[in-house]
């Protein structure tokens, strides 16, 4: 799952491994590619579990609502989908659409941009400062914060079970709570019409939002809702600087947007994997699974299959239905797919407003993370230079 072949182009890998069906893999549990199979996984969470060690992810609590099963887990969705919801979320089109611009008007004139530096990275991280009420100049604290937690390895330049990535994990989720803390207090002594605001003032069927609930929920946003978009935007941009005619067409058309980034969020799936926790002795997919095992299913590859969609491997931005599960299946679909969505397109349609033309640079080698595929550097050259 490491090798940069796959990260690159898994959709050339996949048809391989679905025709071995359900794979043990040791000790690391089991790894599904076959859309029903994963379909299965992900709407059984009472054979396969979200809940995981809160030792593996370094913070004190479960995260809210990802890690959290039925029937609580439904308790907390039915407060937070309206908050999320499209309707709500439209609300956001226009201080989004002046952040993408903002972006976009301080690299046009440039000869060569790193699309990740400059845009990729920052966009969602503004979006998410605007979402809660907070000064774009928090942002430098943001990315800190973020990175420690995602990804520790990279800052010490050790792997992520060595002591020093363990501490700075640990370092870096006492300060997310800190500051979270902090901003949920603020909220509390003078509301505003800001995310956190809402979480305190909503209230479902009695049921209301703890102060901890809503540390947990800003928590897991900070995980689950800047590197998604920005590895989406990555995959989206790489892919359209490769292929100009399918850029082209999006220039001429922008209405054709938004069934480009279904399409490729169908065909790139950034978050290429999710995994739940075998409550019981059973089976998946043909094969054995041990209670307490991890079960992994590959999205990407769900999204490619052939038993689900016809013509997977042609990608089609007027393909219609796309049913693809990039966000995920089952009750923890994707509680951000909404702003996700808007995020991508406003991005796409600022960016090819002002610069429809431009191309990697000659030998470049994309680079991904795994897990999450975000490159780490995405070189483009603007305007035909
Ligand atoms: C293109 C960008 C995104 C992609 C591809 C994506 C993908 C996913 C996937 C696959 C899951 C399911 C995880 C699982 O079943 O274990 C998920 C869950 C989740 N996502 Fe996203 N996500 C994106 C953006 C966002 C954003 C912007 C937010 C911020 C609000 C967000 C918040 C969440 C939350 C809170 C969950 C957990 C839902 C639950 O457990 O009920 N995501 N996402």
């Not at 593996?56 to 989908?81: A, C, M, N, S, V």
């Not at 046009?108 to 990275?121: C, N, Y």
């Not at 100009?244 to 922008?254: I, T």
Request: proline content about 8%; aromatic content about 6%; overall charge negative.
């Amino acid at each position: 799952m490491e090798n940069p072949a796959f990260l690159a182009a898994p959709q050339a890998i996949f048809p391989g491994l679905r025709a071995r069906g359900a794979l043990p893999l040791g000790d690391r549990g089991v790894l599904l590619t076959r859309g029903a199979d994963i379909a299965a996984l992900l709407t059984n969470p009472e054979v396969f579990s979200s809940g995981m060690a809160t030792t593996q992810t370094g913070t004190e609590r479960p995260l809210i609502p990802l890690q959290i099963d039925p029937p609580k887990h439904r308790e907390y969705r039915k407060i937070l989908d309206p908050l999320f919801s499209p309707q709500r979320m439209k609300e956001m089109d226009g201080p989004i659409t002046q952040l993408a611009r903002r972006l976009v008007d301080a690299i046009a004139a440039e000869d060569e941009v790193d699309f990740v530096q400059q845009f990729s990275l920052r966009f969602p991280s503004q979006v998410f400062l605007t979402l809660l009420g907070l000064p774009l100049d928090e942002l430098p604290t943001f990315l800190e914060m973020k990175d420690g937690f995602i990804r520790p390895e990279s800052i010490t330049g050790q792997p992520r079970d060595h002591e020093d990535s363990v501490a700075l994990l640990k370092k870096t989720a006492s300060a997310v709570y800190e500051y979270f803390d902090a901003v949920i207090a603020d909220r509390r002594a003078a509301p505003g019409d800001d995310i956190v605001s809402r979480f305190l003032e909503t209230e479902v069927e009695g049921a209301r939002l703890s102060h901890e609930d809503i540390l947990d929920i800003c928590f897991l946003f900070l995980v689950a809702g800047l590197d998604t978009v920005s590895a989406s935007l990555d995959c989206m941009m790489l892919h359209l600087a490769q292929h100009p005619d399918r850029r082209a067409s999006l220039v001429a058309d922008p209405a054709l947007i938004p069934g480009a980034v279904e399409e490729l969020l169908r065909w790139e799936s950034p978050v290429m994997m999710v995994a739940r926790f075998a409550t019981r002795d059973t089976e998946i997919g043909g094969c054995p699974v041990r209670k307490g095992q991890v079960v992994t299913g590959l999205l990407g590859s769900a999204n490619t299959d052939e038993q689900e969609l016809p013509d997977p491997g042609v990608v089609r931005f007027d393909r219609d239905p796309n049913r693809h599960i990039a966000f995920g299946r089952g009750p923890h679909r994707c509680l951000g797919s909404h702003l996700a969505r808007l995020e991508l397109r406003i991005a796409l349609r600022e960016w090819h407003a002002r610069i429809p033309d431009y191309r990697v640079p000659d030998g470049f080698e994309p680079g991904f993370t795994t897990t999450i595929r975000s490159l780490t550097t995405l070189p483009l050259r603007l305007g035909g230079r």
